[in-house]
């Protein structure tokens, strides 16, 4: 498979009667129970719901950064609780990629190592990952920033490195977590532009949380989170 080759057909992330109920001592907080989801190959996914309704649990547990009370997700047709440690952070870092509301770069490092990291990470060697995070780079417009830190980028830089990053090792799915919750309304739009641009372009699936419904309308779908079960809405 060349890097151009779009992903298989198929369910990159199905959720199956997934419940949690974050417990610290006796105090027990159940935010879904029997909740299923299932995101198709190439799909885009607005998720809305109110404040703590569990919409960033959700995508921690979609994303393996969490592990469900109960019920399974799979990921990429991979059952993460059946896979080690080691193995879920190769999945992660092979088949998604994270954005969320804050950038999440690295402070020390430049925006190119910031997006060079996954791909090395995934074992491709340094000229290979350079050549890669630099395209990509360009791609969202940051190829003059190469070298800056993420210190010295604007807020809407930073979240189109965080795009970069999240993108470069052309994942089955992109989750994000109100990506563009951060940035003023017109640096939102062009950072949530790019990302669609970017996620057709790859034919990569997204999931997308967002309290702004007129975004969330630009997507394939909107399921709404209420009361601990994701049912369809029409925006
Ligand atoms: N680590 C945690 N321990 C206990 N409760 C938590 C924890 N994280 C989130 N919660 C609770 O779970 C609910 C869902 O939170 P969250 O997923 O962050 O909601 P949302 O992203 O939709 O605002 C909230 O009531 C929140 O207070
Ligand atoms: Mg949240």
């Known amino acids: 498979m060349n890097d151009m080759t ?24 159940p935010v879904f129970d029997g909740l299923e989801l299932a995101v198709e190959a190439g ?3 607005a998720i809305v719901g109110a ?6 649990t959700l995508l921690h547990l ?8 109960s019920g399974e997700v799979f990921v990429a047709g991979q059952q993460m609780s059946k896979l080690s440690n080691s193995a879920r952070g190769q999945l992660r870092n092979r088949a998604l990629g994270f954005v969320y509301q804050f950038h999440h770069l690295l402070p020390e490092f430049t925006a190119l190592e910031n997006v060079m990291m996954p791909v090395a990470l995934g074992g491709q060697d340094m000229a290979t990952a350079k050549q890669r995070a630099a395209a990509l780079l360009e791609q969202v417009g940051l190829g003059h920033r190469l070298e800056h830190k993420p210190g010295e980028l604007s807020g809407g830089e930073r979240q189109r490195a965080a795009v970069a990053r999240a993108l470069v090792n052309r994942p089955a799915c992109v989750l994000g977590d109100e990506p563009t919750g951060n940035l003023d309304e017109k ?4 950072v949530f532009d790019l990302m ?17 419904r007129r975004l969330a ?6 399921l709404e989170l209420h009361q601990g079960k994701l049912r369809p809405i029409v925006l």
């Open 217 to 222: 309308a630009r997507l394939d779908r909107t």
């Open 43 to 45: 799909e885009t996914v």
């Open 196 to 212: 669609l641009e970017l996620n057709r372009a790859q034919k990569t699936s997204l999931v997308l949380v967002t309290h702004d």
């Open 187 to 190: 640096t939102a739009a062009t």
């Open 6 to 29: 779009p992903h298989a057909d198929g369910t990159v992330i199905r959720a199956e009667a997934l419940a949690k109920t974050y417990a610290e001592g006796k105090m027990k907080t």
């Open 62 to 69: 979609l994303g393996g950064l969490d592990t469900p009370t």
């Open 51 to 56: 404040s703590g309704a569990g919409k960033s």
